[in-house]
């Protein structure tokens, strides 16, 4: 008899073995009936935002708008046979991809975000546990990664220590001032909504209100911290946790309701079990709201 | 095997997802393009308030504005409208002369042409609206 010789392994890959450990869950656990229901809402959410024209839609004509979310409705129609499920998302894939084709260079963050989704979804697979395993941990480091990056981007930008960034956003969008309106003095909301943006040495453009400076840092701070949270075993349920209110916070002031599911889609990843299979019609019947009121009100500023 | 390899596939992705951002915010500060876009993760950041874009005509020494809100140069007030759109998204990487090309045909004659782009933004350390200018220049061919 002789003995097969083990695989041999790379330092690369110890270390790749080590960074999909960190993100994964234990051992035991199967990821692939909640990547199953995780592509499910991906796909559902892809149909109601390209079917009710939650895009920017300058160069994209009614009629491909509408044959793009044909596509899209096709490939969820096809992803219910599992040997074509695959095939179904390289096809969302495909369709997305023309859509931002047109869409660009107007291709918002979320929608990057989504084709680099479908795209791991499809190299990676989850034919087996083993690719399930590693398709998991590569999806959630995608999310810490973004996560963290947005903290980032603001910390380098250098527009939220004073509160710089959220004053302006209170001048220049109603939605923001009535967000922050409980926070910040009803006069200096008035001031900062006369300043016009055009007039060179308009100003200044930030405000005293401590608790207006207090939310400002807390959101950066936030996302730099929350990856890590959401990544070490023990704080992950508790992430997740702080993760909803605050993607329900933003809704009130950027109204991206169509980011807000797909974050919800991608939180819910860390969760130690199963949660999608529990929570999909809780996320169908979200969708169906949002394209009922994007059908009902078309000039609500709902994205 | 195969999972061998798919692990080095994802993590090659990881890396490119992580590599990004860090080009794009180099990107950002040396052109200027949108923050807001381009995948690097740094939407609400800035803001990016929309350019302005002025056409000059100048003919014999006097330089006379372009009205291109007018319906007299409809193709200039297009270009003058993709010049904007252009600058808002790509920066200081946006192409001035169709529009200074359009401009110079529209007008007609031996005239030179002069695109100023004016940008606002909000200067960091006073936190009020500040603005650069950048003209450019086009000869008329001879």
Redesign the interface.
């Known amino acids: 008899m002789t003995a097969t010789a083990p ?1 041999r ?1 790379s330092r ?2 110890v270390a ?2 080590r ?2 450990a960190i993100a994964s869950d234990e051992p035991t656990s199967d990821p692939l009936p909640r990547l199953r229901a995780f592509e499910l809402i991906l796909l559902v959410h892809l149909l109601a935002t390209v079917a009710t024209g939650a895009f920017p839609r300058t160069h994209v004509e009614p009629g491909l708008q509408m044959f793009l979310a044909a596509v899209l409705g096709g490939c969820l129609a096809l992803w219910f046979t599992p040997r074509f499920a695959r095939l179904a998302i390289a096809g969302a894939f495909c369709a997305m991809l023309g859509l931002q084709y047109l869409v660009f ?5 979320h929608s ?2 989504e084709l ?1 989704l479908l ?2 979804l499809v ?3 989850r034919s ?1 546990r ?2 399930g395993v ?2 998991l ?2 999806l959630r ?2 999310v810490a ?2 996560l963290f ?2 903290g ?3 910390l ?5 220590v ?1 509160a ?2 959220l ?3 209170i001048m ?1 969008k109603p939605q923001f001032a009535e967000v922050f309106g409980w926070i910040v003095p009803a006069d200096e909301i008035t001031r900062l909504q006369t ?12 405000s005293d209100a401590p608790l207006l400076i207090l939310a400002s840092n807390v959101v950066y701070l936030f996302e730099l911290a929350i990856p890590l949270l959401l990544l070490w075993r023990p704080t992950r349920r508790a992430a997740v946790i702080a993760l909803l209110p605050f993607t329900i916070a933003i809704q009130f002031g ?1 109204r991206e309701a169509f980011f807000g599911g797909l974050l919800v889609n991608l939180a819910l990843l860390f969760w130690p079990r199963d949660l999608h299979s529990r929570a999909l019609w809780i996320f169908l019947a979200y969708y169906a709201a949002l394209a009922t009121l994007r059908f009902a009100l078309p000039d609500a500023v709902l994205r | 095997m195969i999972a061998r390899r798919k692990r080095r596939l994802a993590a090659a992705l990881l890396i490119v997802f992580t590599t990004w951002p860090l080009v794009h915010y180099q990107l950002v500060r040396v052109y200027r393009l949108d923050p807001w876009k381009f995948g690097g993760w740094a939407m609400y950041t800035v803001v990016n308030f929309l350019p302005r874009v002025e056409v000059f005509a100048m003919r014999g020494g006097e330089r006379q504005q372009l009205g291109l809100g007018s319906h007299d140069l409809p193709a200039s007030r297009a270009a003058s409208e993709q010049l904007v759109f252009d600058a808002k998204f790509y920066g200081e990487l946006a192409d001035p002369e169709p529009l200074a090309r359009i401009a110079a045909s529209e007008v007609g004659g031996d005239v030179a042409i002069e695109v100023v782009i004016t940008r606002f933004f909000v200067d960091r350390s006073s936190a009020r609206v500040s603005a650069t200018r950048r003209s450019f220049f086009y000869e008329p061919p001879r």
């Open positions: 695989e392994r690369v890959d790749i073995d960074l999909i260079p107007q291709t918002g963050n990057f975000l680099w795209l791991l190299l990676v697979g087996t083993d690719e590693v398709l941990a590569t480091g995608i990664i973004m990056y947005t980032l981007q603001k380098l930008h250098g527009t939220y004073d710089q960034f004053s302006a956003q220049l300043l016009q943006w055009d007039r060179v040495g308009a100003g200044p453009i930030r950027a």
